[in-house]
């Protein structure tokens, strides 16, 4: 157990629609990072927060979008649904050192049909 | 973004067999990180490296950091079925986010 947790565990939705997909970072730890998994894929980085603010913008579509509350936790919101966004999405976590190790929570599979 | 390279992309072996793997860049990390996926699973954090050279064990696995600071490697012992999965490299500059490899998928034939 790495201490990151995500929810839901799996997602169906149709087409069009919009989700909220959760992430609750180990404690002490201030990044949050979010990565998209296709399937047969390799890890696609999304974005990432600080301590409450975007760090880094990775190759995020302008239909989805992130924010990490006071609380640390995060929220990846994914509107517009399409069939090419079904994958694994994965949260990740590392602390406040610079050279502190990234812990990835067990991911969130959506389905869009 | 930027992904690192990583090779080989698969690897069938015999149980018991040494594995090598490794990850290479054109830029500089000061940080290198070797993990494990499973299928519908996240990462599994391995073997973290933070110095140029080192040498660092977990177990069956050996990860070396470069001396050039663009590569690393994974070498894994004695293969037994249970290290089949897919195995991810990752760099980081401090401060910034992390950067994968596209992962080498071990399969080890009992």
């Known amino acids: 157990d790495s201490g990151v947790t995500q929810t839901p565990k799996h997602l169906i939705t149709a087409t069009g629609q919009r989700v909220t997909l959760r992430c609750s970072p180990r404690?002490?730890?201030?990044?949050v990072y979010w990565y998209q998994q296709s399937l047969d894929q390799g890890l696609q980085f999304l974005i990432q927060?600080?301590?409450?603010?975007?760090?880094a913008k990775g190759n995020i579509l302008e239909r989805f979008s992130a924010q990490q509350f006071p609380d640390l936790h995060s929220e990846l919101n994914l509107s517009s649904l399409e069939l090419g966004d079904s994958a694994l999405y994965f949260c990740?976590?590392?602390?406040?050192?610079?050279?502190?190790?990234?812990?990835f929570g067990p991911g969130t599979r959506l389905t869009v049909t | 973004g930027q992904q690192l390279n990583q090779s080989p992309q698969s690897m069938f072996i015999q149980e018991g067999e040494d594995v090598s793997m490794n990850c290479t860049s054109s830029?500089?990390?000061?940080?290198w990180l070797w993990y494990k996926q499973d299928p519908g699973e996240g990462p599994v954090l391995l073997i973290a490296?933070?110095?140029?050279?080192e040498l660092t064990s977990n177990g069956r696995l050996t990860a070396q950091f470069g001396i050039t600071r663009k590569d690393s490697f994974l070498n894994i012992s004695a293969s037994i079925p249970s290290d089949v999965g897919i195995y991810f490299c990752?760099?980081?500059?401090?401060?910034?986010?992390?950067?994968f490899g596209t992962g080498t998928s071990l399969t080890v034939i009992p």
């Open positions: 990752a760099g980081r500059r401090t401060g910034n986010q992390f950067y």
């Open positions: 404690s002490g730890d201030l990044s």
């Open positions: 490296l933070y110095k140029a050279g």
């Open positions: 927060y600080y301590n409450g603010e975007e760090r």
């Open positions: 990740a976590s590392s602390g406040p050192g610079l050279d502190s190790e990234q812990y």
């Open positions: 830029s500089i990390f000061n940080t």
